[in-house]
């Protein structure tokens, strides 16, 4: 007797066997998508050192121009301006300075700024003197100076006499011209007033190269119509007048003649015999 298929057994898959259907958090990784993600990680990483390289890049370029002297940063108001702001921002205090170190910073600061743009050397110290090789006045003993390197020393504040010419002044006393100062003949004058606050003060001494040719914003020393002799910024120039300007907006500009005898020389340096570094 045949048996039928339906009495056949029926063989069942036990149910440990079956296959699982598949959930949705057991899914094969899109591998495409993956490399993507760590491609754009890269990128991000490169970029962000990129920056990083970047700044540390611009801040070291800034910082060389800083201490350029002929750089255009001094001639722009808005750094001089931003620098002055920054030095006396509140958060300054937080750091333990007190006000009177954050205004003597800020001065410091300004008299470097003013110094690199109107070309003056900012020298620490007094000037190294020494005893005339010859005496007489200025006039005579200008050119045996310029030759050893020296010039004639002058006490601004009485050689500006009305009336009183500066060459007819005598001199007891000479200084040492530093050796890279360019040829030429020089005087040096002991400054006396605030004008030229913050770049010059009361008891610093300048040093003139004698030239009475005059470019734009720099330092001279100039004749007065009434004798006198002052230290000043050229601003405004014309054919016929010169615009003299203090660094100290307390004090209203000067208008001289701009004739062959107004300007004796520019300013090439300052020395502060009290000893602090602009």
């Not at 004698?210 to 006198?228: C, E, F, Q, Y």
């Amino acid at each position: 007797m045949k048996a039928s298929r339906r009495d056949l057994p029926q063989h069942t898959t036990p149910a440990h066997d079956a296959p699982l259907a598949p959930r949705p958090d057991d899914e094969t990784p899109d591998l495409t998508l993956v490399d993507r993600e760590r491609a754009g990680e890269r990128l991000r990483v490169s970029r962000a050192e990129a920056i990083r390289q970047e700044d540390v890049l611009a801040e070291l370029a800034a910082s060389a121009e800083m201490y350029r002297a002929d750089s255009p940063y001094y001639a722009d108001s808005r750094l001089i301006d931003w620098l002055d702001r920054e030095l006396n921002a509140p958060h300054r205090a937080s750091e333990g300075w007190s006000g009177t170190r954050i205004r003597d910073a800020a001065t410091r600061m300004r008299a470097k700024a003013e110094g690199a743009r109107l070309k003056v050397r900012l020298v620490s110290g007094p000037p190294r003197a020494e005893s005339p090789a010859v005496s007489g006045m200025v006039a005579q003993v200008l050119g045996e100076a310029s030759a050893r390197r020296s010039a004639p020393q002058l006490d601004l504040g009485v050689a500006a006499g009305a009336g009183r010419d500066l060459w007819d002044e005598s001199c007891e006393v000479w200084v040492r011209i530093p050796d890279d100062a360019p040829p030429g003949q020089y005087v040096s004058l002991s400054v006396v007033g605030e004008s030229m606050d913050p770049l010059l003060h009361t008891g610093d001494s300048v040093l003139v190269r004698v030239d009475p040719n005059v470019v734009r914003d720099t330092v001279i020393l100039a004749r007065l119509t009434d004798g006198g002799y002052v230290v000043k910024r050229v601003g405004k120039m014309t054919r016929s007048r010169l615009e003299l300007l203090s660094l100290n907006p307390a004090f209203p500009p000067i208008s001289v003649p701009r004739e062959a005898n107004t300007v004796l020389g520019t300013v090439i340096l300052r020395w502060c015999p009290h000893g602090v570094v602009a």
